[in-house]
């Protein structure tokens, strides 16, 4: 997984539609705001990197979201989390004592 691929906003929000489930490129191109040939650029780019699906269906491509390589990045971030949340409830602790301190 190229983590550039999720870098760009609009194609966070594209994901982020899709979660809710699968879209014309028109609904997408409405949501973003952007012109059509520009959410096809960024729809052909999840393609590429199996983030998203396509199913043609007579004019229509539907593209669906597919979880897997997110289920791979959350995965790898996992040791991350746990240092970040032993470093927020260190900071919570000493949040705590300064208040008990005044």
Same mark, same amino acid.
């Given at each position: 997984?190229?983590?550039? /691929?999720?870098? %760009?906003?609009? +194609? $966070?929000?594209?994901?982020?539609?899709?979660?809710?489930?699968?879209?014309?490129?028109?609904?997408?191109?409405?949501?973003?705001?952007?012109?059509?040939?520009?959410?096809?650029?960024?729809?052909?780019?999840?393609?590429?990197?199996?983030?998203?699906? /396509?199913?043609? %269906?007579?004019? +229509? $491509?539907?593209?669906?979201?597919?979880?897997?390589?997110?289920?791979?990045?959350?995965?790898?971030?996992?040791?991350?989390r746990k240092l970040w949340n032993h470093t927020l409830d260190r900071l919570?602790?000493?949040?705590?004592?300064?208040?008990?301190?005044?």
């Amino acid at each position: 997984m190229r983590f550039d /691929v999720l870098a %760009d906003p609009n +194609r $966070r929000h594209i994901l982020d539609l899709l979660l809710q489930h699968p879209r014309s490129v028109g609904d997408i191109t409405h949501h973003l705001g952007l012109t059509q040939p520009a959410t096809s650029k960024h729809l052909r780019i999840l393609r590429e990197a199996g983030l998203v699906t /396509v199913r043609k %269906d007579a004019q +229509r $491509r539907w593209y669906e979201l597919r979880p897997t390589p997110l289920a791979e990045i959350d995965a790898w971030l996992t040791p991350y989390r746990k240092l970040w949340n032993h470093t927020l409830d260190r900071l919570e602790q000493h949040l705590d004592t300064m208040e008990d301190d005044q």
